[in-house]
């Protein structure tokens, strides 16, 4: 069968893409790929190495294996009649091609890679499509970025937020719900989100020895979002902007390690403020003999929300702002939407755009492999990469 192309002027015409496995929820086997555009990336202006590559860029670690699909576009598919396909790495010590073993591509269009090793901590390399034989002609191409494994280690807490929830109330102890078991569930997953990017995020056991007296309820870190202030039922009053988290983050620590201290919730006293499942601090943070850095998280929150505050604390900002200083103004194309750095969990959007791929509503969990210069939060791997790399864990 032929395809028929009308073009005016000029088009740029696509016979195959390669798009991630599995779609659904986040796997290290499977990764998404960044897939935002075809031209090559600008000269790395902060030591980065750009993908010089026309396709889309993928991300793994060293020693391991993931699986890629390619899809026919605008090409018959071999049982009808169309070409067989075959891909090749550039460079067999950064990233193989195992599987199929003579590169030619099976009938579902997936294909193995095995990142290399070595003492480098990030390479980058281009796999190939070709027609006929693996020195055939080129029609397509995707780049990958493998990565040597970088450990963050994290310590979290189970803090007793001691607090009264009546005027002159005595204050009464307030634990968490979240247990040792559920952390090591939301780590599981959040592992599965950062691996594409090297990095690996060792746990430590929880740790139960923490207590505070708060000015709110207990369990509950209380902020107002609002520009007036407001009084707690238990009497105290919230200037605009206040809220009682400093004695947490500051008091509660442990040296050499990403802090998470686990809540009840976040009680916002501002209505209409809407709920804040968890918020973090960077690793920039502790400065001026105060250390502050770490990451609050509620009960309510899932792994997805965590791992996005985890960017957080490795300095990625929001995907959906669209440029330096303002934060306040939202993008909402697919290319946003789909990224673990977009700013609502769930996504909220309804239609075409309901799924990322990572089921209906969900946030997505793409770290950016790429630098496009009309986006401004992206290449986010290298920035991430960097404050794990510089961080004492
Ligand atoms: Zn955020």
């Not at 996504?347 to 990322?356: A, D, E």
Request: charged content about 25%; hydrophobic content about 35%.
């Amino acid at each position: 069968m032929a395809f028929t192309e009308e073009v005016y002027k000029s088009r740029r015409i696509v016979l195959v893409r390669f798009v991630r496995a599995r779609t659904g929820q986040p796997s290290y086997t499977y990764p998404d790929l960044d897939d935002r555009g075809w031209l090559h990336d600008p000269v790395g202006t902060r030591g980065e190495t750009p993908a010089l590559v026309h396709g889309p860029v993928f991300g793994m670690s060293q020693d391991r294996e993931v699986v890629i699909k390619l899809e026919r576009l605008r090409l018959d598919e071999s049982a009808s009649g169309g070409p067989d396909l075959f891909v090749k790495s550039e460079d067999d010590t950064i990233a193989s091609i195992i599987e199929p073993a003579n590169g030619e591509l099976p009938a579902d269009g997936t294909f193995r890679i095995k990142g290399g090793t070595g003492s480098w901590r990030d390479k980058f390399c281009k796999i190939t499509v070709h027609v006929g034989t693996v020195d055939g002609p080129l029609i397509g191409e995707c780049g990958v970025r493998v990565f040597q494994r970088r450990t963050v280690r994290v310590h979290p807490w189970l803090l007793n937020l001691r607090g009264s929830t009546t005027p002159g109330g005595a204050m009464t102890a307030g634990v968490c719900a979240t247990t040792q078991a559920r952390i090591t569930t939301l780590f599981r997953t959040v592992n599965r989100i950062w691996r594409p990017c090297g990095i690996y995020f060792l746990v430590d056991a929880a740790d139960t020895s923490g207590s505070v007296n708060m000015f709110g309820n207990p369990g509950e870190i209380t902020e107002n979002s609002g520009a007036a202030a407001r009084n707690h039922p238990n009497g105290t009053v919230f200037s605009a902007g206040a809220d009682d988290s400093n004695p947490v983050h500051r008091n509660n620590r442990q040296a050499n390690r990403c802090n998470i201290w686990w809540v009840r919730r976040i009680r916002d006293l501002t209505p209409g403020a809407g709920t804040t499942m968890a918020w973090a601090m960077d690793n920039t943070a502790d400065t001026g003999g105060v250390s502050q850095s770490g990451i609050v998280m509620t009960d309510a929150a899932d792994a997805n929300d965590l791992a996005h505050e985890l960017g957080h604390y490795l300095s990625l900002d929001h995907s959906d702002e669209p440029a330096a200083g303002a934060g306040g103004r939202s993008r909402s194309d697919i290319q946003v939407l789909r990224r673990l750095m977009y700013r609502f969990n769930p996504h909220g959007r309804t239609g075409y755009r309901s799924n990322v791929g990572y089921g209906s509503g969900m946030r997505g969990a793409l770290i950016t492999m790429r630098d496009k210069p009309k986006h401004f939060r992206d290449d986010e791997w290298f920035e991430a990469r960097r404050r794990a790399i510089q961080g004492p864990y």
